[in-house]
């Protein structure tokens, strides 16, 4: 399936989710909160013409779909978590490329900070 133009995407901003992810026993114990901020990649130009839900990504659907699946799953690392998320992106079948960024709210440190996070660039396989 090839790219729509440069720049095509959908943003989804401050997704928060309570989530199973963490090394520490405490981080498995107990659901944490997380921030996510995903761009889906795909051509809207269709969707931009026919104003129709079937010619885009449903991004309701999409946090639907984030919301029931990592309720029930469990991470250790950031990685394998956004990596997870980009996984179910490409469930959507317009999107060719996501970018994935996941902030933990509260990490585990000995030092005041705001987040602590990862970000990744997906391409479907």
Aim: aromatic share 6%; hydrophobic share 45%.
């Amino acid at each position: 399936m090839p790219a729509g133009p440069v720049g095509d995407r959908i943003e989804i901003r401050g997704l928060e989710l309570l989530v199973y992810c963490g090394v520490l026993p405490e981080e498995q114990a107990r659901k944490q909160p997380f921030l996510f901020d995903l761009d889906l990649y795909l051509d809207l130009s269709r969707a931009g013409r026919t104003d129709d839900l079937a010619d885009t990504a449903d991004y309701g659907h999409l946090v639907d779909l984030l919301v029931a699946k990592l309720h029930v799953e469990r991470f250790q690392l950031l990685e394998r978590l956004a990596a997870r998320i980009a996984e179910l992106v490409f469930e959507l079948g317009s999107v060719v490329e996501v970018t994935v960024t996941a902030r933990k709210l509260r990490p585990p440190v000995a030092a005041h900070v705001d987040t602590t996070g990862v970000s990744i660039h997906r391409t479907r396989p």
